[in-house]
């Protein structure tokens, strides 16, 4: 037993090695998958005519009837706005990707608690998946009524041409997700050859 453990090992272990050269490529794939989600997300709220937030997503930010009800809204739209921008471009180029990853963890669970939490684990309401709530299982009566409507009413194959009818949940999931992608790269880096990180610690850190 011992003899196939340790021959099992050996080659596991040799096979690996031969990877490492290349283990920064996930990081960068991570990296590259949230320049556009952060960088969307902070450029809607940012007007780089002014660098301040729109009028409207300070409203958005501070109004409790309609909006998120936050204190010092404009204060808090500036500072996540600019975290998603800033995140964006460091993040694409793999520049102190360990400390923006804090900030933008912090804007994810701010985001999913005040936007989102009500509204379950869903982004997209499908009453056949895992954690669908009330609100999901009412989305689907209402998504049959709306197909039968459509159905009866205009060319529903040419609506759905390009994708199944859906209705949005917008509930914490893709928060939740950036916010473990972040925190990935909080804990990992850039990611070897693929950052910036990687060359100035190479060259600094072999200093110090």
Same mark, same amino acid.
């Given at each position: 037993?011992?003899?196939?453990?340790?021959?099992?090992?050996?080659?596991?272990?040799?096979?690996?090695?031969?990877?490492?050269?290349?283990?920064?490529?996930?990081?960068?794939?991570?990296?590259?998958?949230?320049?556009?989600?952060?960088?969307?997300?902070?450029?809607?709220?940012?007007?780089?005519?002014?660098?301040?937030?729109?009028?409207?997503?300070?409203?958005?930010?501070?109004?409790?009837?309609?909006?998120?009800? =936050?204190?010092?809204?404009?204060?808090? !739209?500036?500072? *996540?706005? %600019?975290?998603?921008?800033?995140? /964006? $471009?460091?993040? #694409?180029?793999?520049?102190?990707?360990?400390?923006?990853?804090?900030?933008? =963890?912090?804007?994810?669970?701010?985001? !999913?608690?005040? *936007?989102? %939490?009500?509204?379950?684990?869903? /982004? $997209?309401?499908? #009453?056949?998946?895992?954690?669908?709530?009330?609100?999901?299982?009412?989305?689907?009566?209402?998504?049959?009524?709306?197909?039968?409507?459509?159905?009866?009413?205009?060319?529903?194959?040419? $609506?759905?041409?390009?994708?199944?009818?859906?209705?949005?949940?917008?509930?914490?999931?893709?928060?939740?997700?950036?916010?473990?992608?972040?925190?990935?790269?909080?804990?990992?880096?850039?990611?070897?050859?693929?950052?910036?990180?990687?060359?100035?610690?190479?060259?600094?850190?072999?200093?110090?």
């Amino acid at each position: 037993m011992n003899t196939l453990s340790n021959t099992y090992y050996t080659i596991h272990n040799g096979v690996m090695n031969l990877t490492r050269h290349i283990d920064g490529l996930p990081w960068l794939l991570i990296r590259l998958y949230l320049v556009p989600v952060f960088w969307m997300a902070g450029s809607q709220k940012i007007d780089f005519e002014t660098m301040l937030p729109y009028a409207s997503t300070v409203q958005w930010f501070g109004n409790p009837d309609w909006g998120l009800g =936050m204190p010092l809204p404009f204060l808090m !739209a500036f500072l *996540a706005g %600019w975290t998603e921008v800033l995140g /964006a $471009i460091l993040l #694409a180029i793999g520049l102190a990707t360990r400390w923006i990853a804090l900030p933008l =963890m912090v804007t994810m669970v701010v985001a !999913a608690v005040t *936007a989102h %939490w009500e509204n379950g684990w869903q /982004a $997209i309401s499908d #009453a056949s998946a895992p954690f669908a709530n009330e609100r999901v299982f009412e989305a689907a009566t209402r998504l049959a009524q709306a197909k039968e409507i459509l159905g009866e009413h205009s060319n529903y194959g040419w $609506i759905t041409g390009r994708g199944s009818l859906v209705i949005l949940n917008s509930g914490i999931e893709f928060a939740a997700t950036y916010f473990v992608m972040c925190l990935a790269l909080f804990f990992s880096g850039g990611g070897r050859y693929f950052s910036v990180d990687y060359w100035l610690n190479l060259h600094f850190g072999s200093k110090a």
